[in-house]
């Protein structure tokens, strides 16, 4: 369904607050970054894009706000089509590989590094970046605020960490089984339990290739 202006800038202010903070703003943030005057505007605009679809919202719990998956599809897809074309950039994408270091002790250089080249993943256009919200997959050493590089695939090998959407509704991050007629989404933390839905109510997006951790 058509968003009007504001809904699209209230829409477009939540989906930027989750990518730089992990989690999603409170009412009040939302005034203050779109210049609402009244959190009962909020209100209104935010359960206009509920009914629209665009946002999903769990009662009785702050900052559940939840942006739909088919709309974030969509503005990646816009992205790509903006980008296509554009002249490449001229930094070079690779850095120098300087050899191996364990933890402590120093090793030699090489006299003739060799380099890291990006290129290859920069420019292919079956893969695109998340960031990681939650810590569902701490065990594997990804953790919220992290960015994870996806290769788009329908087909991952079992035990392979995945983009999942589930029932059409929810995308996830966690390893998956098979299991007869059924999918296991495995998480990488003890203290969580796997979700364990019918294998037609999983849609896998995509396998992770790499994550990257930025320290500031």
Do not use: W
Request: net charge negative; glycine share 8%; proline share 6%.
């Amino acid at each position: 369904m058509a968003l009007t202006p504001k809904q699209k800038t209230v829409l477009d202010f939540v989906v930027s607050f989750i990518e730089r903070n992990g989690f999603c703003p409170s009412f009040e943030e939302i005034a203050r970054g779109v210049g609402l005057g009244s959190l009962a505007t909020v209100h209104k605009h935010v359960t206009a894009l509920q009914q629209k679809g665009y946002l999903k919202r769990r009662y009785n719990e702050s900052r559940s706000l939840e942006v739909s998956a088919e709309y974030l599809h969509s503005e990646q897809e816009r992205l790509e089509r903006q980008t296509a074309g554009r002249p490449a950039a001229s930094a070079p994408l690779t850095v120098p590989l300087m050899g191996t270091i364990a933890a402590g002790v120093p090793v030699e250089a090489p006299e003739s590094p060799e380099t890291l080249d990006f290129a290859d993943f920069a420019g292919s256009p079956d893969l695109f970046a998340l960031r990681v919200r939650g810590d569902s997959m701490i065990e594997d050493h990804i953790c919220a605020g992290d960015f994870v590089l996806v290769e788009r695939t329908a087909s991952p090998r079992d035990g392979e960490i995945v983009v999942a959407l589930v029932d059409g509704a929810e995308t996830t991050l966690k390893r998956i089984y098979r299991e007869g007629d059924q999918i296991r989404l495995q998480p990488a933390n003890a203290t969580m339990e796997p979700i364990r839905v019918p294998a037609g109510q999983v849609e896998v997006q995509g396998r992770v290739l790499a994550v990257l951790r930025k320290y500031k």
